[in-house]
């Protein structure tokens, strides 16, 4: 059956409804800013009326804005106020919220908190030290298994994720990956480093839940060639404020 058929058929269907919408969402936020009506539906092997009367709603809704220009769609703003609701719930962040500033003046870095949504690092707490400069760095979008928050939490993860995380490596870096998620799993905390024209260097520790899960990360930018003995100092501060944390939400 031709994929347009089954997008179609789906979607006749309130659950097929959703899980097509959630898909254009998942579409639109890869790739260019703004997209066209026929790609989106190439891409998501759904007919293009299909797609149209997805967007409609999506567009109403404030989940799509469209550019009246261009008539191209993009991700729309409800989105922001629906992420920042989501995070204002999270305990993790309740927990940490007495730390970071304190922590921040401790360790003289910026100070983040991160986690993994659907096999992305997502940070969902920041607070900037006298490293960040004129400009924040930017919202970008990282290979997981390239930072210390991805390794840590990816490899504590379950099979399936995983394996999604693997498939986003260059294939290069899946070997070594596969080789070192052992170590990683059980590493008190995990430096990457980074370099003056790219991204920083982070410092990361995880948060780890009562049944050993792990919530998050506490993460500091590190400097291109601080010592090793320098590093251990920072990660030890971080260990410490997430341990701290952590235990005031098993007395919450």
């Known amino acids: 059956m031709p994929p347009t058929e089954v997008g179609d058929r789906d979607s006749r269907g309130s659950l097929g409804t959703v899980r097509n919408a959630v898909t254009l969402l998942e579409l639109l936020g890869e790739g260019p ?27 109403l809704a404030d989940l799509v804005e469209q550019d ?27 927990a940490l919220a007495p730390y970071l500033a304190q922590l921040r003046d401790l360790v003289r870095a ?11 690092v997502v940070t969902i707490d920041r607070v900037d030290g006298p490293d960040a400069g004129l400009y924040r760095e930017p919202h970008s979008v990282r290979n ?56 920083p260097g982070h410092v990361a520790v995880p948060l780890l839940g009562g049944q050993g899960t792990a919530l998050a ?12 003995a320098d590093v251990e100092v920072v990660a030890g501060h971080l260990a410490r404020a997430g341990a701290a944390a952590v235990r005031t939400l098993g007395h919450a």
């Open 110 to 120: 910026t100070v983040v908190v991160q986690t993994l949504v659907r096999s992305a």
């Open 68 to 94: 009246p220009r261009s008539s191209r769609y993009s991700l729309g703003p409800e989105l922001v106020r629906l992420s920042h609701r989501y995070l204002a719930r999270l305990p993790i962040l309740g």
């Open 144 to 199: 997981p298994l390239t930072t210390a928050t991805g390794r840590l939490l990816g490899a504590r993860a379950g099979d399936d994720e995983w394996k999604t995380m693997l498939e986003q490596c260059a294939e290069s870096d899946r070997a070594r990956a596969e080789a070192s998620r052992e170590a990683w799993a059980s590493a008190p905390w995990l430096l990457v480093e980074g370099n003056p024209l790219g991204p």
């Open 33 to 59: 800013a703004y997209q066209q009506l026929t790609d989106l539906a190439d891409r998501s092997g759904m007919s293009v009326p299909t797609v149209h009367r997805l967007l409609r709603s999506l567009v």
């Open 217 to 228: 990360t506490l993460a500091a930018t590190v400097a291109p060639g601080t010592s090793p």
